[in-house]
């Protein structure tokens, strides 16, 4: 069935209205609080520029100049300048509020730029005359450059002293001439406090601002969302058809009241339908979201095929009511199986079931889930028939192909009766391998190509090279056991065997070909394909085969 035109949705209409207005009242609080926040935030950070601004100013212009100068080595910091302009410095750092250092560059001989007075008390981190200032900032670089004039830096900086902003003002001889800098640092600490407490205000506002807009949103919802709730319920009833009754809708939108008005004329419509064409027909036609037409593709899929032992035998031993209780438990518990391994259940013909992996959706590892439900149907089989066999009823035994190749899938018939199925030598293959499990002894059949995409999973033991009636060329046949997680060493072994056994009889090495199959049957007596495969060999032995010999059993039956 075409899909290509079917919607499906998650948001439902609470929850999409809610989004809408928390998206909304989001993106607005969250614009305006942004906003707010980087406008606040250049003008505090300026406040805090232009104060430290006019401190620096004043203060380098109470500064002696050519005093100053007279500082030149560290011997000089025994000096009454040296001591004076510290003092000076100290108390300018003391009075103005947040300065944290205070103290004068210039550049030396070698245009370092180097320290003269610091205004710190502690010596162990005290600067002293002719020390290098360090790394300058390009603001304190252009601020020995003329024009001279006062300095502030745009950025805060943080190191081990904590946050800081700098700010430098020029210091001048008498004569006019460029003497020194003078550098003050203001503690910015609590303008970053500040702004991380404005930022949080800001954060509160706004989530305070989305659950005032979800509950609105979802109350404003829930009114509109009743009545189309009650309309998709009634649609839903439709697709099932049902088409009795009508819900009680009070709205007044006008899009709701037309939705229901038509909602009933199409009800009334397919009553009317109904009364031309089978019912079950028009259920069919209402669920299909595209319609279907002629079409086909080559997919590679995994294909089943199962039926039932012996079961004409078991068919006339039973009552009609109970043979149809037995399936009807029997095909659930196999469909149920093949459902949850991803299967596509073609169809059922009397008690055979095909079923296929890869259409109409592709699917990863195909092979490998057609061989997990074929041993899972194989232990409900097994459970169900001991239940049966309780009750007094014919056990179950069932035999599954499975085969993986290339088929033509698609919408098989005729315009006006199409069926999903695939067709094709793949599809029959599966078939006869079902079909060849009399003929071993065997319960699951599967193909060489199916085997070799599933290996490294499960195991398998080989059984024959066949070709199955219509069919020259020959095919590896393997019989699937159980997932290999699962073996045990005594399987294991007897694969192992198998496998031996089979290579020395494809090599013509009769007589130790003969030795792994009885060895077999030393383990398993009953073993069919072991049996037959002894027998191959002993008869070799006496007539080889012709030199094209190639291993291959043509098969004249299905």
Known sequence: MDQDNKQTGWLTLPFSLGTALTGIAILTSVTLGVTTFFSVRSFVRQSVQERL????????????????????????ESTAAYLEMRKYLRKIRDTAKDIRFAYTVRKDKRGRIVFVVDAEENPKVASRIGDEYGEASRLMREAFQPPYGLRVEKQFVKDRWGVFLSGYAPIFKKNGEFEALLGMDIAA?????????????ILFICLAVCALAVSLGVILARQISKPLLLLEADMSRIQAFDLGGSPVIRSRIVEVIRMKNALENMKSGL????????????????????????SAQ????????????????????????VLAQNMGVYFEAMTSTLLGNQATVDKYIGDAIMAFWGAPVPVEKHAALACRAAIQCQRRVDKISADFAAAGFPALVTRIGINTGDAIVGNMGYKDRLSYTAIGDTVNLASRLEGLNKHYGTRILISETTYDKVRDEFVARPVDMVAVKGKNTGVGIYELLIEKDQAGQDVLAFVSLCEEGMKSYLRREWTKAEECFRAVLQTRPDDQPAQMLVERCAAYEKAPPPADWNGVTIMQEK
């Open 298 to 321: 080559k997919r590679e899929l995994s294909v089943f095929f199962s039926d039932i032992k012996g079961f004409t035998s078991i068919a006339e031993g039973l009552s009609p009511e």
């Open 53 to 76: 601004s006019d401190a620096v100013g004043i203060a380098a212009l109470r500064i002696d100049g050519d005093l100053h100068a007279t500082l030149q080595e560290k011997g000089d």
């Open 271 to 294: 009553r009317s339908f109904k009364k031309y064409v089978p019912a079950e027909l028009v259920a069919e036609l209402i669920k299909l979201r595209k319609e279907a037409v002629l």
């Open 189 to 201: 600490q609590k303008v970053f406090d500040y702004e991380r407490y404005y930022l949080l205000m």
